[in-house]
């Protein structure tokens, strides 16, 4: 037993299997006499929504992780070079992460774990991050995830010789310090080009990603608009029948009306007709 593969075990489960397991593994290693290991186990800190979700993505679709890992190489490279194919890059990591975040959602629900519109935001989030920041990128791709990730800083993760391992959500202090914090002397460091590439093609990726939901939402105002244009056209025409049905019927009324009274008149007159003749016959008799 080691710690990788206890994590690796752990950052798979359910979130409600988390805690009986780790216990059950921090027993395992007391009993063998691994106290340092047993208290490492311990320390692994159980994942929220969000990381649980990134975390099952990485196990159960793999290769739909590793695009978006791919396209975050990708993006990086095209923004360091200023190549035209940024454009096309970042239209279509935007594609990739909604596509990842309904995978989530089905993920939870399957799980009977519906997620909340925040959750899928901190998912995204997270994802942009990974596009953004090779660090953040080599996190998702652990797997072992206890919380999101955003491109300010990894929460709940720390780097050791090059691979993402679990810590406590609250970092210890010092760990994960964000390059541009005060080195000896209380002197600025300078940032790190590599992170200005990150910010820069994280902020090129959520400039994009707005556009394209501005954008969305206007195709749907356009259509809307379309919408209730051929709808009015439709009631105007249907108006116009109506008021010739209308016209059509009165006239109609009116005919019958003056048709009405003519036989009224007649019926008036054979009516008196008939009662005079039947006072003559009566004078006559």
Same mark, same amino acid.
Request: glycine share 8%; proline share 3%; charged share 30%.
């Given at each position: 037993?080691?710690?990788?593969?206890?994590?690796?075990?752990?950052? $798979?489960?359910?979130?409600?299997?988390?805690?009986?397991?780790?216990?059950?593994? !921090?027993?395992?290693?007391?009993?063998?006499?691994?106290?340092?290991?047993?208290?490492?186990?311990?320390?692994?800190?159980?994942?929220?929504?969000?990381?649980?979700?990134?975390?099952?993505?990485?196990? !159960?679709?793999?290769? =739909?992780? !590793?695009?978006?890992?791919?396209?975050?190489?990708?993006?990086?490279?095209?923004?360091?070079?200023?190549?035209? %194919?940024?454009?096309?890059?970042? *239209? *279509?990591?935007?594609?990739?992460?909604? $596509?990842?975040?309904?995978?989530?959602?089905?993920?939870?629900?399957?799980?009977? &774990?519906?997620?909340?519109?925040?959750?899928?935001?901190?998912?995204?989030?997270?994802?942009?991050?990974?596009?953004? %920041?090779?660090?953040?990128?080599?996190?998702?791709?652990?797997? &072992?995830?206890?919380?999101?990730?955003?491109?300010?800083?990894?929460?709940?993760?720390?780097?050791?010789?090059?691979?993402?391992?679990?810590?406590?959500?609250?970092?210890?202090?010092?760990?994960?310090?964000?390059?541009?914090?005060?080195?000896?002397?209380?002197?600025?460091? @300078?940032?790190?080009?590599?992170?200005?590439?990150?910010?820069?093609?994280?902020?090129?990726?959520? @400039? @994009?990603?707005?556009?394209? =939901?501005?954008?969305?939402?206007?195709?749907?105002?356009?259509?809307?608009?379309?919408?209730?244009?051929?709808?009015?056209? !439709?009631? $105007?025409?249907?108006?116009?029948?109506?008021?010739?049905?209308?016209?059509?019927?009165?006239?109609?009324?009116?005919?019958?009306?003056?048709?009405?009274?003519?036989?009224?008149? &007649?019926?008036?007159?054979?009516?008196?007709?008939?009662?005079?003749?039947?006072?003559?016959?009566?004078?006559?008799?």
């Amino acid at each position: 037993m080691d710690l990788d593969a206890v994590a690796d075990e752990l950052y $798979g489960l359910s979130l409600d299997d988390f805690i009986s397991t780790r216990t059950a593994r !921090q027993k395992e290693a007391k009993a063998a006499g691994h106290l340092e290991l047993a208290e490492e186990i311990h320390r692994l800190s159980k994942p929220n929504a969000v990381a649980w979700l990134v975390n099952q993505l990485v196990r !159960q679709h793999p290769g =739909d992780i !590793q695009s978006l890992l791919e396209l975050g190489s990708g993006m990086r490279q095209a923004t360091a070079n200023l190549s035209s %194919d940024l454009r096309q890059l970042s *239209r *279509r990591q935007h594609q990739v992460v909604r $596509g990842l975040g309904q995978q989530a959602e089905q993920l939870a629900k399957e799980a009977g &774990r519906p997620v909340s519109a925040d959750t899928v935001r901190r998912l995204e989030e997270t994802f942009y991050a990974a596009l953004a %920041d090779p660090g953040a990128a080599d996190s998702v791709a652990a797997g &072992r995830l206890t919380t999101g990730l955003s491109t300010t800083g990894f929460a709940g993760l720390e780097r050791t010789g090059g691979q993402s391992t679990p810590t406590a959500t609250k970092p210890r202090s010092g760990a994960g310090e964000r390059p541009g914090a005060k080195g000896r002397g209380g002197e600025k460091r @300078a940032e790190p080009a590599e992170a200005k590439l990150a910010r820069a093609t994280s902020s090129a990726a959520e @400039a @994009a990603r707005i556009r394209d =939901d501005a954008k969305a939402r206007v195709q749907q105002a356009d259509q809307a608009v379309a919408d209730a244009r051929a709808r009015v056209a !439709q009631l $105007g025409r249907e108006l116009l029948q109506a008021e010739g049905a209308q016209s059509r019927a009165e006239s109609d009324r009116g005919r019958a009306q003056a048709a009405f009274d003519r036989a009224d008149r &007649r019926a008036g007159d054979a009516q008196q007709r008939l009662t005079d003749a039947a006072a003559e016959r009566e004078y006559l008799a």
